[in-house]
């Protein structure tokens, strides 16, 4: 049974550090799928709020999720 996983990647290095945690996941075999949402400043420059509702439906409805560090400087200002 494959697990479903959300990735919140964040901003900052968040993104980097969760590339290369599925990089180990993949080498270790983990039958997961994945499925990737914007969170933190990276959300809120894409979307006006850190943490979209269906984000938290995506991450509620999953076996795991997989966060990344948040809290880093946001490309732009609000």
Same mark, same amino acid.
């Given at each position: 049974?494959?697990?479903? +996983?959300?990735?919140?990647?964040? %901003?900052? +290095?968040?993104?980097? =550090?969760?590339? @290369?945690?599925?990089?180990?996941? %993949?080498? =270790?075999?983990? !039958? ?10 990276? @959300? +809120? ?8 509702? @269906? ?7 999953? !076996? ?5 560090? =948040?809290?880093? %400087?946001?490309?732009?200002? =609000?």
């Amino acid at each position: 049974m494959s697990a479903h +996983i959300v990735v919140l990647g964040g %901003d900052g +290095i968040g993104p980097e =550090v969760v590339a @290369a945690t599925r990089r180990v996941l %993949d080498a =270790v075999g983990l !039958d997961a799928s994945y499925e990737e949402h914007d969170f933190g400043g990276a @959300a +809120i420059d894409a979307f006006g709020t850190p943490l979209r509702p @269906a984000t938290l439906d995506a991450c509620r409805a999953s !076996d795991a999720v997989l966060l990344g560090a =948040v809290g880093g %400087d946001r490309k732009s200002t =609000v």
